[in-house]
């Protein structure tokens, strides 16, 4: 029996394995740009436009933000970047 393959290439040329991720498969870069072209709620949106994965998470960032007087650890910052990640399964 051969075995399945199941991989994206991405943008880094990095092909990111879908049957067996690593965190080495892929760079930041993919997952920004796979977070800008998902768009949230399948493209369902009350505005004329849908939103992305990307600007949602950044609204996310913002609110955060400005409910935390003494600011945000870095860790809690990169948190609200990538809280969907895993809604970016192929990465686009």
Do not use: C, Y
């Not at 393959?5 to 040329?13: D, I």
């Not at 965190?23 to 800008?36: H, K």
């Amino acid at each position: 029996m051969t075995q399945a393959r199941a991989w994206v290439l991405l943008r880094s040329k990095r092909r990111f394995d879908l049957l067996n991720p690593t965190p080495l498969d892929w760079e930041l870069s993919d997952l920004a740009e796979g977070e800008a072209r998902t768009f949230r709620w399948g493209g369902s949106s009350v505005w004329d436009w849908p939103l992305s994965v990307a600007q949602h998470s950044l609204l996310t960032l913002e609110i955060h933000r400005a409910a935390a007087p003494t600011g945000l650890s870095t860790a809690l910052e990169l948190a609200n970047l990538v809280h969907d990640g895993a809604e970016l399964s192929t990465l686009r």
